[in-house]
């Protein structure tokens, strides 16, 4: 509500990364917005003033995997100067979200079929790259489908599990999460007009209540489709 009437304060340099931006997560502290651009194909940061809520964007300064840093900037006024767009190699950033901790944002790439896991400093504000998950690879040992057109993301309210939106797939994908490290496992997906949604290839926790069970699937004859790639034969719940 005590916002102020400059929100994005940009002093004398260029502002760059937000081609198309697409969406936008705050940290939990509120000390940090991150925002997603599908033409930029980056992750921009800016740090937030708790009393105004004017947002100040970043320089580059500690805030990459070495792999990807840029040089860092002397001046804000430096034309030459990389701004902080975190290697932009993220192809049509659909959309970012926060876990409930702060410690990751998920990412997901329309052009690259991908979904993103970057670690997050909540002491600076930092992220890194420490995961992406593609269409049609194998990843800890599963054959990953469902993220072509990635254009969704989100985690349950326990942080047990992340969904992503397959625009060209027609498809919803589900991860299991691990609380501890922010890593997923790629676990199903369920795909327009290929069979009923009822289960998965092995039991999700209820989303909704950490307490509860997991349901057990029944699964009716049929047969089976391309290893990896679904379970056997139509289901039914």
């Given amino acids: 509500a005590n916002?102020?009437?400059?929100?994005l304060s940009s002093q004398?340099?260029?502002?760059?990364?937000?081609?198309?931006?697409?969406?936008?997560?705050?940290?939990?502290?509120?000390?940090?917005?991150?925002?997603?651009?599908?033409?930029?194909?980056s992750v921009a940061a800016f740090d937030r003033s708790e009393e105004t809520g004017v947002l100040t964007y970043r320089r580059?300064?500690?805030?990459?995997p070495s792999s990807l840093a840029p040089p860092e900037c002397p001046s804000s006024a430096d034309p030459a100067c990389t701004q902080e767009g975190y290697g932009r190699p993220y192809q049509g950033l659909s959309q970012i979200v926060m876990s409930a901790d702060g410690l990751q944002i998920y990412g997901?790439?329309?052009?690259?079929?991908?979904?993103?896991?970057?670690?997050?400093?909540?002491?600076?504000?930092?992220?890194?790259?420490?995961?992406t998950i593609t269409d049609g690879t194998v990843h800890r040992g599963r054959a990953v489908d469902g993220l072509s057109g990635a254009f969704g993301v989100a985690l349950s309210d326990n942080g047990l599990a992340v969904y992503v939106a397959g625009y060209r797939d027609q498809a919803v994908a589900a991860f299991d999460r691990d609380p501890s490290t922010g890593m997923?496992?790629?676990v199903d997906r369920v795909k327009n007009g290929e069979r009923v949604f009822g289960t998965w290839k092995r039991d999700l926790p209820d989303t909704s209540d950490p307490d509860a069970?997991?349901?057990?699937?029944?699964?009716t004859q049929g047969s089976c489709g391309r290893a990896g790639r679904g379970l056997c034969g139509p289901l039914s719940s």
């Avoid at 004398?12 to 991150?34: K, M, N, Q």
């Avoid at 580059?60 to 990459?64: T, V």
């Avoid at 997901?108 to 600076?124: D, M």
């Fill in 108 to 131: 997901v790439s329309f052009l690259a079929a991908s979904l993103h896991v970057f670690t997050r400093s909540n002491v600076t504000g930092a992220i890194a790259l420490a995961d």
């Fill in 213 to 219: 069970p997991p349901q057990t699937p029944r699964r």
């Fill in 12 to 41: 004398t340099e260029t502002l760059e990364g937000l081609g198309g931006a697409s969406s936008v997560a705050v940290s939990p502290d509120g000390r940090h917005v991150y925002v997603s651009s599908f033409l930029s194909r």
């Fill in 60 to 64: 580059a300064k500690g805030a990459f």
């Fill in 184 to 186: 997923l496992t790629f």
């Fill in 3 to 7: 916002v102020d009437s400059s929100v």
